[in-house]
């Protein structure tokens, strides 16, 4: 069956599809809830492996945030078989890459190997997630690491600014929380909270494995089954995948209209922008399209007017980050101190005018030809496929091939894109902001998204 958009119900045991490029989707649900999905993509000669849980920052219990990144760490501390100098050397002996990120939503431990080294990284990724042992010691050592990496984090301004900017839009919402948490909460986690986090979430029900590049399907299910009981995993014990996360996460309610940091920096990084819209939402390729014209790009409104015809910032752009049930729309510039007003008050504008007086049909072309290279191109690494089935899988319950994708960017109109802007515009405005900023540089900003002509 060749199709571009593929439903993929949790009571489904076996899927197969043939996406574009001829590549091979299959879709396996063991009968513990483990889920399997691999895409074999012709004339590739290596794949990149995923374990995801669909389990992130916004999961956690006040006491103890942080605890998902905490996890992720320790994971590869080592297990009951092996060290943690055993894991890196599996795969620095074969040329590999492996890593995890934790996000809002879900983790995932990841690895990019020659195809014949697969088999491996099917075993080693699936002990570090069954078998952990987050020693206590280790336990201790990683707090200091992590406190170095939020440490980090932190003297980066463009970070600090993003972080406060999602608090600032997102409110008391869990999304509006950091992943990592902060020096206070990961100073006061334990270790019994981390361990009863891991054993609560990661079981068989909660585990996804993505593959996309050189992989057989068969295969890949039979190692992991094999992993997993080795781990004596009881996958002879039937349980149904967790559900999906709700697409009705309820009202956002900002938490503040105006977050500034005051720092001795050359540079003012300011973001603003909206609570947005939910990664299931129907408008998302509108919202694709809309963030491209605004801000995606060299010929974007955004660079062409702030940086291009004025001078004022070097690096300014929108984005529009989504998630089960909420998302944000902001727009970001680095500028000078004395520019931040101008600076702010033309991003502003720009977004204004999407709401009143729309896109050309010249500006459609140019992004939907923009997306589509950009897609293709980015499909032509596994990272990204395996990804896709991932968040497919976790987060929408469907399947879009390239095709499909480029169908819905194209299906979207001029007044699509305007009708959208309209409905966001007048969201209440939140403004984040690290450097040397005057107290009344955003006065008026932050209470009116629509600013003075």
């Not at 948490?181 to 909270?193: E, F, L, M, P, Y």
């Amino acid at each position: 069956m060749t199709t571009g958009a593929v439903t993929l119900p949790l009571d489904l045991a076996e899927l197969r599809f043939t996406a574009s490029g001829d590549s091979l989707v299959r879709r396996t649900v063991l009968p513990s809830g483990v889920r399997i999905l691999s895409e074999h993509v012709p004339g590739s000669r290596s794949a990149t492996i995923g374990y995801w849980v669909a389990v992130g920052s916004r999961d956690e219990k006040p006491e103890t945030f942080g605890s998902t990144h905490f996890l992720e760490h320790l994971l590869f501390k080592g297990t009951t078989t092996r060290s943690a100098l055993d894991i890196a050397v599996s795969f620095d002996a074969v040329g590999g890459e492996h890593n995890a990120m934790t996000a809002k939503e879900y983790t995932c431990y990841y690895a990019k190997v020659q195809d014949r080294d697969l088999p491996m990284a099917v075993d080693v990724i699936a002990d570090m997630l069954t078998s952990s042992l987050l020693d206590r010691t280790e336990f201790e050592n990683e707090r200091g690491v992590i406190l170095e990496e939020l440490a980090m984090a932190d003297d980066d301004p463009a970070d600090a600014a993003s972080e406060r900017f999602f608090e600032a839009v997102l409110g008391d919402h869990p999304l509006g929380r950091p992943i990592g948490g902060n020096a206070d909460t990961i100073n006061a986690v334990s270790r019994d909270a981390v361990w009863d986090h891991y054993r609560a979430n990661y079981r068989a029900q909660d585990l996804v494995i993505t593959v996309a590049g050189a992989v057989d399907h068969d295969e890949l299910v039979a190692g992991v089954i094999a992993a997993l009981r080795r781990a004596d995993w009881n996958l002879d014990l039937e349980a149904t995948p967790v559900s999906r996360r709700s697409g009705d996460g309820g009202l956002i309610e900002r938490g503040s209209a105006l977050s500034i940091v005051q720092r001795p920096i050359e540079q003012a990084n300011v973001l603003l922008g909206v609570a947005g819209i939910a990664a299931t939402d129907p408008r998302r390729a509108t919202m694709t399209v809309m963030n491209s014209i605004l801000g995606g790009g060299m010929s974007s409104r955004l660079f062409q007017e702030i940086r291009e015809k004025r001078g004022l910032a070097y690096s300014v752009y929108s984005f529009s980050p989504s998630y089960s049930d909420a998302g944000l729309f902001g727009i970001y510039a680095g500028c000078s101190p004395t520019k931040v007003t101008q600076v702010s008050e033309l991003m502003l504008s720009e977004f204004r005018r999407l709401a009143t007086d729309g896109v050309t049909q010249e500006e459609m072309r140019r992004a939907a030809g923009q997306l589509s290279g950009a897609s293709a191109l980015a499909l032509e690494d596994s990272d990204t496929r395996m990804s896709r089935l991932g968040r497919s899988e976790i987060t929408l319950g469907e399947f879009m091939d390239l095709d499909e994708s480029l169908r819905r960017i194209a299906l979207v109109t001029p007044e699509g894109v305007r009708e959208l802007a309209e409905e966001l515009l007048p969201r209440p405005l939140s403004i984040s902001a690290v450097g040397t900023i005057e107290n009344d540089a955003f006065s008026g900003l932050a209470e009116s998204p629509v600013p003075a002509p």
